[in-house]
């Protein structure tokens, strides 16, 4: 018996490849829907990108959400009511283990299970074969890919030119690891979110500190009025409020709580609030204010340890820190295997939703988007709709040939417009794109109850969420989540 032929006890099971917030969201369920499945994990144990001082982990030693708790959270496990409204690194860690606990998935995740290689059965042969390191090939009828999109850093190509100590954002941890930031001169590129804690951070310890950005870029803070901004405007969008409202309201909010960027002399954003990812944070215009954080524009080259400006202007540094993003790579699956790449993307996957595959129903990459607001949430609501495709693919039925069509019809990105940049490439507008998975989960589930294909117990989420068996999917939380 060959090394493939003995895996044949996988034949039904569906694979979930990586243990962090997608994949634990996939893998429950998944199980829940009465589909064998197993996770499978390069680390020790669950985490992913939350598990600081990991491999698999881009977060920096001073991180938290910068979404509210509120709208993080899975919608059937509550975080702790005492919790900050943007809990920790350690917190949101604390929590993954937990709901993992919590709903059973920790016998079902293979940990030390680094997957090499993902690729279509083949001669005829639904499903996928799984290739892990040290285990050998197991044939799976179903795969879903949850490894997350900040695998691969991104540095611009001038960085290649800097003589000096050279790091990107995920590389960076604290101002003294993985270099002491005490009295060097910084350069941090980058005006995203990591870019801006980083600038912060390093202009409380470095001798001066420069801070890069190619365009300028609205900032919201994390409290409008008391409450967390993104809750403020959760509650307009739930009103119905158009945009051009919403946008007139905020930005005279924001101004009030921390100025726009020219009243901290930066330059006006070329676009409109949200038209770009939120930056949130409350202390970059008092680090600006304070001449602790020069402002500067985009660089246009290195020599040796000098930054030469866009403007002409040159500036030594001792060290550069490139907050420039990632590579949304699956180095695992080539992405024909997936239905192609978006043209003219160095090789992300053209995917439904940015979900599903064009045509295949026993494929799908959870959590390959980046919301405005909290992510968790929604890549449970993407996993409820890949667990009714595999239940629809087992037990036949019109289900799979709606979500076909549905499919082929394409989707409305929303009502945002976003910046053309690859950092914009996977950005959805949350409530917009929730709501849109969320129809298609509950068009799934009339489809598959009308030919009595769904699990007779039905759980306790919204309708158009979707329904949970109850011995799974109707605890809200361990004691004392509220």
Known sequence: MNELEASEASVGKWCVIGAGPSGLTALKNLLSLGIDAECLEREDDVGGNWWFGSAASAVLESTRLISSARLTEYADFRMPRDWPAH???????????????????????????????????????????????????????????????????RFPTIASGFAGVRLHACDYKSPTIPVAIAGKRVLVIGGGNSGCDIAVECSRHAVATWHSTRRGYHVVPRFLLGRPSDLRNERLLRMGAPLWLRRVLSLGAIDRAIGLPHRHGLPRPDHRLWETHPVINDAIYERIDAGAIRPAGDVDRFEGDAAIFADGSRERFDVVIFATGYRATMPFIDVESLGGAIPGTDGVPDLFMHLLHPVRDDIAVAGLIQPDSGQWGITDVQAQLVARMAVARRRGGHALAWLHRRRAAGWRRGPIRYVDSPRHLLEVEHHSYRRAVSRLVAGMDRRLRATSRLPAAVGCLPAAVGCLPAAVGCRRGPPGRG
């Open 87 to 153: 809990p920790t690194h350690s917190q949101c860690l604390e929590y993954l283990r937990d709901y993992a606990r919590h709903f059973g998935l920790v016998p079902f995740i293979r940990t030390h299970s680094e997957v090499v290689r993902v690729e279509p059965a083949g001669d005829g042969r639904p499903g996928w074969i799984v290739d892990v390191a040290g285990r050998g090939r197991s044939w799976y009828e179903g795969v879903v890919i949850a490894t997350g999109h900040n695998r691969e850093p």
